[in-house]
């Protein structure tokens, strides 16, 4: 594999992990930080902006996972593509964690 693909393998492990609480907190009536409130990210969006945002990180995620190639056959494609997930997940605990307090 080249280089280029274990990007591809770690931001479609970022944008998986970023389609999870959006399209949730959508799906479950709930307003959420999204980059299109006011303030970008602090601010609350609609359930249905949400809904849609994470739709859109699916749907990014999905043309990263096919682009990078990513293969049981390839083991540091499958790590890379865990530690996106793991990177984004701790950096969403961070900065929602002052969202819902």
């Known amino acids: 594999m ?3 693909n ?3 393998c770690l931001f479609a492990g970022i ?3 970023n389609f999870a609480p959006h ?5 479950t009536g709930q307003s959420f930080p999204t980059p299109f409130a006011n303030p970008p990210g602090k601010g609350l969006s609609s359930p249905t902006v949400n809904v849609l945002w994470g739709l859109l990180n699916l749907v990014i995620s999905y ?4 682009a990078s190639r990513i293969s049981n ?3 540091w494609s499958v790590i890379i593509f865990f530690i996106g997930i793991l990177l984004m997940s701790l950096m969403c605990s961070v900065v929602f964690a002052g969202v819902h307090n």
Request: aromatic share 28%; no cysteine; hydrophobic share 60%.
């Open 2 to 4: 080249k280089w280029y």
């Open 6 to 8: 274990y990007i591809a």
């Open 15 to 17: 944008f998986l992990a």
């Open 23 to 27: 399209f949730i907190e959508g799906i």
């Open 63 to 66: 043309l990263l996972f096919r």
């Open 73 to 75: 056959k390839n083991i």
